[in-house]
């Protein structure tokens, strides 16, 4: 019996080492690839440094960054199906519209146009956009001059 345990075991030595060899070869990749990766995470830190530098904004910018890349995934998922599967993807797109906006509009939300936020949201966001607007009229030009010479 241990003659054909060892057999066995024999039978699977070299397996075994050439397994735990590749798992060393991917260890050492992944951490070749991490560091490689962590290289490009500071490229694109110091991209936005600059970006904020120039006077714009991150938050803005990351969320136009992230947009685009969503939608490139999004206009990549049709053309991953047959040509039954597409006609029916796009039947449903169209009933449906962008987001769900056919069935929001139903519901009563939005009032017509592409926003199908209930008027409230809307409203607050114009107010937002608005008092944002009004505070940058007033950065960077010290005191009115009229109110000066009021004063």
């Known amino acids: 019996m241990s003659e054909a345990a060892n057999s066995l075991g024999a039978k699977a030595q070299p397996f075994i080492e050439k397994i735990e060899e590749v798992d060393r070869e991917i260890e050492s990749l992944t951490g070749q690839h991490m560091a490689a990766c962590k290289r490009k995470r ?9 970006a904020k530098d120039a006077g714009l904004q991150t938050r803005p910018l ?5 947009q685009r890349k969503l939608q490139r995934k999004i206009d990549q998922i049709p053309l991953d ?8 993807y796009k039947e449903l797109a169209e009933t449906l519209g962008p987001l769900g906006a056919a069935a929001a509009a139903r519901a009563g939300y ?12 809307q409203r607050a966001e114009r ?25």
Request: zero cysteines.
């Open 62 to 66: 990351k969320g136009i960054v992230k």
């Open 127 to 151: 107010e937002k956009q608005e008092a944002h607007e009004r505070g940058l009229k007033t950065v960077g030009r010290g005191p009115d001059p009229v109110d000066a010479a009021l004063s």
């Open 110 to 121: 939005g009032n017509g146009d592409d926003d199908v936020r209930p008027g409230f949201m």
């Open 42 to 50: 500071q490229e694109k830190k110091e991209i936005y440094q600059t």
């Open 81 to 88: 199906f047959d040509i039954e599967e597409s006609a029916v």
